[in-house]
């Protein structure tokens, strides 16, 4: 049995995540942007910051587990 949980999480962490497509932090005009399709340098470490925090917390701390057949 494969254990599916951080492959599922890391795509939907992945999409929500990615600077610009929903929001992009720290924007490139303000603070904080929504849905302007456009990314800089700054924004894209503040995501993967966000995103590695998020992803550990969701698999090592609540040991979620999402097995097949």
Known sequence: MADWAPVVVG????VLL???LVFELPG???VAEL???????KAIFIHTIIFFALFSII???LHLHIYTG
């Open 11 to 14: 795509v939907l962490l992945f």
């Open 59 to 61: 698999i090592v701390a």
């Open 18 to 20: 990615s600077p610009g």
């Open 28 to 30: 490139n005009h303000r």
């Open 35 to 41: 849905g302007s399709m456009r990314t800089n340098g």
